[in-house]
């Protein structure tokens, strides 16, 4: 049979087997946090990240709230994609001449490899939020690109390869605070300048409370054999302030603007304590995902309370026709 996964075989990427008798369909690592309060001197919680295979290793961005309450980007390294080794000072960014062009702020970064460039993209301050594009071939260079979208925006997450000649960015328009909205939309370009054809994709609310408040796009879509595999944090309001919580949708593999399946139920929610008491409780938000096409094993690289960082795990075929049983009505 055809592997559900359509990608790379990746057989060192983290991994843990579901616990005996566990019935969930996305099961917690043992050893999380795997980043905890203080890592680096300058940065007191390194959370919301991403991290992508390098060099048979692997690499990535990091969101890293300095102690002075900035948010900021750092890079870093591992070898087995658990124990990260962050470098001690902001990643250095650069625009098209080499000359310095760094950002005000910087939170909830994302990376996707297209051809052989890195892409980043993260929540940039733009005379307000909006998405920052960059990219890099070493992690050691960084080089700015011109903002894809307008203010009010968050969530940039773009897909890994194009789709009929164009490429794909998901985004949640918002606002400039803390905002008490967001559905998910699509945009496209042919040459990661250009930005148009903005199409509303899914919104909040639906047959599942826990995404009643808003959405927005997480890790990298998965190509898979039945669609775009999106996970994607939902947010319900509560007496006590906001949750955040993990669902899942596959859309369609030449449309990605067309969601064919979508959770109903989440798939994590904060629970642990290191999800529900931090900086900011009760938040599970996913940045990430590395995947091993032969063995359909995804490992998910959520921020936990805004102070950690946790992995879960999931088997692709499972995942998948869980969404398709569990799935909202379109």
Not at 188 to 209: A, C, K, L, T, Y
Not at 216 to 225: D, L, M, N, S
Not at 293 to 298: H, K, L, N
Request: proline fraction near 8%; glycine fraction near 10%; hydrophobic fraction near 35%.
């Amino acid at each position: 049979m055809p592997e559900t996964i359509i990608g790379k075989t990746l057989p060192n990427i983290p991994w843990e087997n579901k616990p005996a008798g566990s019935s969930e369909i996305v099961w917690r690592f043992s050893a999380n946090p795997v980043i905890g309060w203080n890592p680096i001197p300058r940065a007191a919680r390194v959370y919301n990240s991403a991290i992508v295979p390098f060099n048979k290793e692997f690499a990535g961005v990091f969101r890293a709230d300095q102690k002075n309450g900035r948010a900021t980007l750092f890079s870093g390294t591992s070898k087995d994609g658990v124990h990260i080794d962050l470098n001690p000072d902001p990643i250095e960014w650069i625009d098209e001449n080499g000359k310095a062009k760094p950002t005000s702020y910087a939170y909830d970064p994302r990376v996707v490899k297209i051809d052989e460039t890195y892409y980043i993209q993260w929540c940039d301050d733009m005379n307000g939020p909006s998405i920052g594009l960059g990219k890099t071939e070493d992690f050691i260079t960084f080089m700015r690109m011109p903002n894809p979208l307008m203010p009010y925006n968050r969530n940039g997450v773009l897909f890994p390869r194009k789709i009929n000649g164009k490429y794909f960015l998901f985004s949640r328009p918002s606002d400039t605070g803390h905002t008490p909205f967001g559905n998910i939309f699509i945009s496209e370009s042919p040459d990661m300048i250009h930005w148009g054809h903005h199409r509303f994709v899914m919104g909040n609310g639906g047959q599942g409370w826990w995404q009643g408040t808003k959405i927005g796009a997480g890790p990298t879509p998965i190509e898979t054999k039945e669609g775009w595999l999106l996970f994607y944090h939902g947010v319900s309001g509560t007496c006590n302030g906001f949750v955040y919580s993990i669902g899942a949708s596959i859309h369609d593999i030449n449309d990605p603007a067309k969601v064919l399946y979508r959770t109903c139920d989440y798939l994590l929610t904060p629970e642990k304590s290191y999800e529900t008491t931090g900086f900011v409780p009760n938040v599970a938000f996913p940045c990430a995902c590395l995947t091993d096409a032969t063995t359909g094993r995804i490992a998910i690289y959520y921020g936990a309370a805004d102070t950690y960082t946790a992995i879960a795990f999931c088997q692709v075929d499972e995942l998948l026709d869980y969404i398709k049983l569990n799935s909202e009505v379109f």
